[in-house]
């Protein structure tokens, strides 16, 4: 069964700094994997969606890449602002059942103005 | 365009109680599907259904019943609530089942049962 992990729990940076959110998953035959953001007391928002046979998909300041074989993906936000803070959750399809997707339990990213 | 939309935002139940959240979308997804989200837990796929008439269970189906006698709609109905069921309620809906395209999600439903 797919397992997704999201370390750390938790992150503060500075306004104006790049940084990288992590994602890691068990089944390297993935699918797809897909990057959401989560405003508090909101929905969540798709931001990426990265096909297996895509190494990375790129949206504004946002860059995602997709490494199968390291059973990982990162979310790289450049020159982050305050208005970036929210929770970054990644998805990737159950590999038994296309229906579903398998969560990581987001990272809450803070950024300090 | 409204998206995902669902009501309540908010409800208090008592222990035995039941309730439906609603959910409705007007993108003509044939997809959609409820989540629980519980602190320090990824989302958890409750039932799920790929067009009108057709429904599945998730991970944690338990407690729970859906419909989907049209494409637009997708109620989640509580039977007999229990504490255990507290929690953030998502539906989400996305064109394709085959889980390769963007998913959109409503605003929530933050369900306390006391």
């Known amino acids: 069964k797919q397992e997704v992990t999201q370390i750390p729990a938790a992150l503060s940076v500075p306004e104006g700094e790049n940084l990288v959110l992590n994602c890691s998953f068990t089944?390297?035959?993935?699918?797809?994997l897909q990057w959401f953001r989560q405003d508090p007391g909101k929905g969540l928002t798709s931001l990426l969606l990265?096909?297996?046979s895509q190494r990375e998909q790129t949206s504004g300041r946002l860059n995602a890449s997709l490494d199968k074989s390291s059973g990982r993906s990162t979310l790289y936000i450049a020159a982050s602002q305050p208005g970036d803070s929210a929770t970054y959750l990644c998805?990737?399809?159950?590999?038994?059942?296309?229906?579903?997707?398998?969560w990581g339990a987001g990272t809450k990213l803070i950024i300090k103005p | 365009n409204a998206g995902v939309t669902q009501t309540p935002k908010f409800q208090v139940l008592k222990t035995g109680q039941s309730m439906t959240l609603q959910c409705a979308q007007d993108?003509?997804?044939?997809?959609m599907s409820w989540y629980r989200q519980d602190p320090g837990m990824g989302l958890r796929l409750i039932h799920y259904?790929?067009?009108?008439?057709?429904?599945d269970q998730g991970e944690v189906p338990n407690g729970y019943n859906v419909s989907r006698s049209t494409t637009e709609d997708f109620p989640l109905r509580l039977l007999s609530a229990a504490p255990s069921q507290t929690s953030v309620y998502f539906c989400?809906?996305?064109?394709?089942?085959?889980?390769?395209?963007?998913?959109?999600f409503g605003q929530g439903t933050r369900l306390t049962v006391v």
């Open positions: 990265i096909q297996s």
């Open positions: 998805a990737a399809p159950h590999m038994d059942s296309n229906y579903q997707l398998i």
């Open positions: 989400a809906s996305s064109y394709s089942s085959s889980m390769n395209t963007e998913a959109f």
């Open positions: 993108m003509n997804h044939e997809y």
């Open positions: 259904s790929v067009g009108a008439g057709i429904t």
């Open positions: 089944d390297s035959a993935i699918y797809n």
